[in-house]
């Protein structure tokens, strides 16, 4: 069986809350027509939460009309955030149980492992 990989195709892990938010954004900017997330209950609050992803989420829908769907699991805890994120994505659907988060472009695929409470950022 013979595979053929693009000399641009790579796997990078990146370490550190900041250096993960930062592979994030250029994740965003890097987009051409849409970003499709699957993510897990506690990610609409980092979107909302994060101003450098909420701002870079804005601009790339504003000079680009980026696509941005997302689906993630809307909880009691997470629903201020989900209608704020509405704000942000041209579509917000629900579906239970959500574990992981992971985030597709046309080009490029992101698994981000942070864990986020309010005011604070952890790494996995």
Do not use: W
């Amino acid at each position: 069986m013979s595979y053929n990989v693009q000399p641009s195709e790579r796997t990078e892990i990146v370490r550190g809350s900041e250096n993960v938010i930062d592979a994030g954004l250029k994740f965003i900017s890097n987009a051409k027509t849409k970003i499709d997330a699957c993510v897990d209950y506690t990610r609409p609050a980092l979107a909302i939460d994060i101003d450098s992803i909420s701002k870079s989420i804005a601009d790339i829908k504003a000079k680009k009309g980026i696509r941005l769907r997302v689906l993630t699991e809307i909880t009691a805890e997470n629903l201020s955030d989900c209608k704020q994120l509405t704000t942000l994505v041209d579509e917000l659907r629900h579906l239970d149980g959500i574990k992981g988060s992971f985030y597709i472009s046309e080009e490029e695929y992101l698994a981000p492992a942070i864990f986020h409470e309010e005011g604070k950022l952890h790494h996995k």
